[in-house]
């Protein structure tokens, strides 16, 4: 049996939720749905972005609303026009058996006349932003006098870019007997004192811990030199083939100069960011949706409501001005049950805002050394050969194998295979032969030198090893980690620099552990596969065992550096002024023109675009 049927909903509803595929609800919906079928009551839930907080107060509330009855009867407020129009999207999908239930998105960048002309026409649902909503109430296009629900979605995000004053004025404009239904995915002193001026003794609903951070996201840091930011960057990218990232900084500007650097150099990248039209942000997000864009950078504001499941890390270009928009942005990985990454590239300067985000996320933080060249090109190399075992033949190339058997007879098979992994191997090895290694320059060299006095496996005797499992048999870091661990009756520090990839990973070990790794592994199975383990030609002693915060041993090997920034963005609070319009000079330009990354053969990784004369 489904167990939404659990929670008290209806038919229309349960047979709309079997279309869409939900069959288990998140913990976020199981506590509130019941409670808001149960009372006509206010409440404040405070759980991370992704958790499906949108289906926890879109059902009840359907439920709850009468479909004869023409006029408004519920408004959702939202940050930005991408999550008004992302949750009016998901209430018509909900409601789309009950006939006679009409939903209206209300946002800037849009027709004001024809936004309220759909609402005359009746609109029991109004989803818009707040600087919207105050507009058409100042010029009388709208009524929420006689609403029966409010709703404030993402509460401390709309707080944050500034919109207090217009969020008073609106709840005063409605009646004192409303129902308000508060989401969050922190608490801070606005939304407390918002939930304390309009709510009448609220009900509390909390997932996971007040302001935590999600289970499912892993948090890292690199310490690099403010010259190099944009650098680390390159190599996070490089060192991650499968990367399908956000990439966040705290200006617009910044936003499309790194953006601009990154096409320039030959990763599929794009800016999304408040000077954009809305034709332009609907492009760059169905390309980003569609995985044509693998690092889609972009603003605070502009990246709210980006609602994809599979991306895989969350990169802090540039750490946010507020702690607690840290979370907002962790939040766009590790969603739908699935493992995600947030990273962070700081300077020295900067290390003390690690220790501040940890307090609010009340999660620890690991610290890795950025990937040498060598290590970069392993990765890419294996990488490569996963991907040629793993790819599927189109049976149209049969015509074509005669003819490529006869260019290839004078070939024996292991000069074949050599030849065919050089193509993506001499590409990366001739560009980082030419480039120093960042990892050389020991940003913060002190502070490791602190950990690894107190943890086990120095990297000076380590030896490092490629194993075949990796992300597609459900590790991350940690997990894997831990099974290792376990598996070889190892210490807690004896197993690190732990380097998770989609299909096969690295760590390293103290070299008087590397025949018990390679007799124990080598003879076991996963899930009916053999694992393989061999010593990797990279034994792991350039960068040493990476810490995490704490002082213990772990991590994976990517990282990048460039362009230092120190702008701020003031202006990024006000929707309705634009994002922000910061100073500084960019990381990218900072970058020296003459070193860019390798770019990837089109025909074997169709994932980075080949640049045209």
Same mark, same amino acid.
């Given at each position: ?123 029991? *649902? ?24 409010? *709703? ?50 609220p009900l509390e609903i909390t997932v996971g811990h007040k302001n935590s951070g999600s289970s499912t996201v892993s948090h890292e840091f690199y310490l690099v030199n403010a010259r190099d930011r944009y650098e680390a960057l390159k190599r996070l990218a490089d060192a991650n083939p499968d990367i399908f990232s956000v990439v966040f900084c705290r200006t617009k500007r910044d936003t499309q100069a790194v953006a601009e650097k990154l096409i320039e150099d030959g990763y599929n990248a794009a800016a999304l960011h408040g000077d954009l039209s ?82 609010? *996320? ?16 392993? *990765? ?234």
């Amino acid at each position: 049996m489904n167990k939404f049927e659990q929670l008290g909903l209806n038919e229309s509803l349960l047979k709309a939720i079997n279309d869409l595929g939900f069959e288990n609800p998140s913990e976020v919906q199981e506590k509130a749905i019941p409670l808001l079928l149960e009372k006509d009551t206010d409440i404040v839930a405070l759980a991370q972005t992704g958790t499906g907080k949108t289906a926890a107060f879109g059902f009840p509330l359907i439920q709850k609303i009468n479909p004869e009855n023409r006029n408004t009867q519920a408004l959702i407020l939202s940050p930005t026009r991408e999550l008004c129009l992302q949750i009016t999207n998901e209430i018509k999908l909900y409601s789309k058996y009950i006939k006679g239930i009409n939903t209206v998105a209300v946002y800037g960048g849009a027709s004001i006349t024809e936004q309220a002309r759909e609402i005359k026409r009746g609109a029991q *649902i109004i989803v818009a932003t707040p600087g919207r909503m105050q507009d058409m109430i100042n010029r009388g296009l709208v009524n929420i006098s006689k609403i029966d629900f409010c *709703i404030l979605d993402e509460a401390d995000e709309m707080l944050n870019m500034g919109f207090y004053d217009d969020i008073v004025n609106i709840l005063s404009t409605s009646p004192d007997d409303k129902s308000t239904w508060l989401f969050s995915a922190t608490m801070p002193q606005e939304v407390a004192r918002i939930a304390k001026e309009f709510m009448r003794k609220p009900l509390e609903i909390t997932v996971g811990h007040k302001n935590s951070g999600s289970s499912t996201v892993s948090h890292e840091f690199y310490l690099v030199n403010a010259r190099d930011r944009y650098e680390a960057l390159k190599r996070l990218a490089d060192a991650n083939p499968d990367i399908f990232s956000v990439v966040f900084c705290r200006t617009k500007r910044d936003t499309q100069a790194v953006a601009e650097k990154l096409i320039e150099d030959g990763y599929n990248a794009a800016a999304l960011h408040g000077d954009l039209s809305q034709a332009q942000r609907d492009s760059v997000m169905k390309s980003f949706r569609n995985r044509q864009i693998q690092m889609l950078v972009a603003t605070d504001v502009a990246a709210r409501g980006i609602d994809v499941d599979s991306i895989t890390h969350v990169v802090n270009y540039q750490l946010p001005d507020e702690i607690e928009t840290y979370n907002h942005r962790s939040g766009r990985t590790g969603r739908a049950g699935k493992l995600g990454t947030s990273i962070v590239i700081i300077t020295k300067s900067e290390l003390r805002k690690i220790s501040a985000i940890e307090r609010i *996320i009340k999660q620890k933080f690991e610290e890795k050394t950025i990937p040498s060249g060598m290590e970069i090109c392993e *990765i890419q190399l294996f990488h490569l050969a996963n991907k040629i075992k793993d790819v599927e033949v189109d049976h149209e190339i049969d015509s074509y194998l005669p003819a490529i058997y006869e260019v290839m007879k004078d070939l024996t098979k292991e000069e074949l295979i050599k030849k065919m992994v050089s193509v993506e191997f001499n590409r990366f090895i001739s560009y980082y032969k030419k480039n120093r290694d960042l990892s050389a320059q020991k940003a913060g060299s002190d502070r490791r030198e602190s950990f690894e006095s107190n943890s086990g496996g120095s990297g000076s005797g380590a030896t490092r090893y490629f194993v075949n499992i990796g992300s597609r048999d459900n590790f991350d870091w940690m997990s894997l980690k831990d099974f290792l661990r376990d598996t070889l009756g190892l210490g807690r520090d004896d197993v690190f620099k732990v380097d998770v990839k989609e299909g096969f990973s690295f760590f390293n070990t103290d070299a008087e552990h590397s025949q018990l790794v390679l007799d124990t592994l080598n003879s076991m199975h996963l899930e009916g596969r053999r694992i393989n383990v061999e010593v990797s030609k990279n034994d792991g002693r350039d960068n040493g065992g990476r810490r995490d915060h704490n002082g213990r041993s772990g991590g994976g090997s990517f990282g990048r550096s460039g362009g230092g920034d120190r702008s701020t963005d003031r202006g990024a609070r006000n929707e309705r002024r634009g994002e922000s319009f910061g100073g500084g000079r960019s990381g990218a330009r900072n970058q020296s023109s003459s070193g860019r990354p390798p770019r990837r053969s089109d025909s074997l990784s169709p994932s980075r675009k080949p640049r045209r004369s």
